[in-house]
Structure formats: C-alpha cells, structure tokens
C-alpha cells in the first residue's frame, strides 16, 4: 500500500465514521471504497468489520455526556449484540453473504419506515396494558439479537436495525441518546464478529490500520455534530437516508 492509499483510506474512515454516527450508514461509504482499491466483496466486508469497531470507540468517547446513566443497560444491550455479531460472522464464513441480499432492502426500508413512524407508535404503547408492554420488550429484544446477527453477517445499514429497535425500546430517551447507545451496540456486534474474522477471514490488515484511524477520529468528531442538530432531525435525515439505500439496493 502507497502513502497515497493510507491517506485516502483515513479520509475514507473519516468520513464513514461521521456519517455512521449521524446516520448509521458506515458501510456506505467504506465498503465500496474497499471495493474500488481492489479487495473482493468478502474480504471487503470482513475487513471493513474489523476496521468498523473504532467507530464505536470514538463515538463512546465522545458520547459520555448522552451515555451518563446508561451503563446496565448498554451492557445488557452490548452483551446481547456481541452473541448475535458472533453467530453472524459465524454464518458469514460458512455462506456467502449474496444469500441475504434478496431481504437487505426489506430490512433496511421496514426500520426506516418504523424509525420514521416511532413518535406515533410510542405515544400508542403508552396505552397498552403491562402485559402488552411485556411483549412488546421480549419482541424488541428478539428483534435486537437478529440485528446484530445480520450486522455481523452483512452488515449493510445495520445500525439503522439497531437504532430503530433502541428507539422502540426506550422512547423516553432523546434522539441522541438513542444513537449513542446505538454505536456502542453496535460496536459489540461488530467486536465480536471481528474476533472470529481475525482467526479465521480474509482480513487485510494494511487496509485496516488507516480505515481504522479514520473511523476513531469520525466517531469521535459525529457526536459533537448530532448534539447540534435538532432532535427530530437526526432521526428524520437516518430514516430518509435509509429509505434511500434500501431503493437503491431494491434496484
């Protein structure tokens, strides 16, 4: 790798680092400039996991204002997220990952469209009776744990999935708070899925180094940029960007 590429690939991290923070689409950018340096689509992925986890760690730092009071339940959500990462790196070494491209716009335009519509749903389920709320929780959850699988498995827009369902699961919290604890999940998905590549995937590790400081430095620079955004519109600009992606793919 030249001095050239490193430089384009810290730029790249950058660049996919903040929009992961502001809009849950990392691999939109990363992964096709992986692609276009040469890297096949698995090792792409794989490595782009890997690289994928510093996200998480520049957005926790510079998220600890929204995370304060949070730390059980990212714990429990992180925990939960790493066994799902796990089972779909898993999946991802044994199959290749074009069996899933059928459902990716389904998953990506149904957790856009539920992200957009959670005001209306939340103030709907302030009325359900305790048992109701009660399987709304373990649905929720189911729904988390299969998210982080496919993050671990495709991983395109699946921190979209991710921030949807958290939203759903604590609509008390703001926007921002959401996304934090969503980079945080979603970086224990993409931990534990990136365990099992270093073991047993393609991974370049020449390409991980730069990508890698570039998403710390994005992550850590995207929760300064969403507390200036209004609250609704963090949510507003992911869902849109996700109904975007999912057209995209459709076609």
């Given amino acids: 790798m030249t001095v ?143 998210s982080a699988v496919y993050a671990g498995y495709f991983g395109a827009a699946g921190g979209i999935l991710i921030l949807a369902i958290i939203s759903a699961m604590y609509p008390e919290w703001s926007p921002q708070r959401a996304n934090a604890v969503k980079s945080v999940t979603s970086m224990c998905a993409n931990g534990a899925a990136a365990i099992g590549f270093a073991f047993y995937g393609p991974v370049h590790w020449a390409f991980v180094v730069p990508l890698a400081l570039g998403f710390l430095l994005g992550g850590r620079v995207g929760p300064v940029v969403a507390r200036r955004l209004p609250s609704n519109s963090l949510r507003v600009i992911a869902a849109g960007c996700g109904i975007a992606l999912a057209v995209k793919f459709a076609v």
């Fill in 4 to 146: 050239v590429e490193a430089v384009e690939l810290i730029a790249v991290g950058f660049a996919a680092g903040l929009v992961s923070v502001l809009v849950s689409l990392a691999s939109l950018v990363s992964y096709p400039a992986l692609l276009g340096m040469g890297l096949m689509p698995v090792a792409a992925n794989v490595t782009n996991t890997v690289a994928l986890i510093f996200t998480g760690v520049g957005a926790a730092a510079g998220s600890r204002q929204e995370l304060a009071g949070t730390r059980r339940t990212v714990l429990r959500l992180g925990a939960l997220a790493a066994v799902g990462g796990a089972i779909g790196a898993v999946l991802l070494l044994v199959a290749p990952a074009s069996t899933f491209q059928v459902v990716v716009p389904f998953l990506i335009g149904g957790a856009s469209v539920f992200l957009l519509a959670q005001p209306t749903l939340t103030r709907r389920w302030q009325h359900t009776s305790d048992a109701g709320k009660a399987w709304r929780t373990g649905l929720l959850g189911t729904l988390l744990f299969a």
